[in-house]
């Protein structure tokens, strides 16, 4: 319990934070995350949503 108060992650919830940060949507406009299903953003209405990238499809980071 202590080392959840210090904000260490355990390995398993390390593979679950990664995993949940592939299935999320970018708003264009304000850049807040949304979920997977999110037709537009819940944070500012905009409707123009992009998948996050995952690193696996990263091949060239201008
Ligand atoms: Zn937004």
Redesign the pocket.
Known sequence: MKDLIKGNLTPENKKIASNRNLKVKI??????H?SINAK???????GN?RLKTSKLDKKGDR
């Open positions: 708003c264009l406009k304000c850049h807040s949304n537009r953003c819940r944070k500012c209405g905009y949503l």
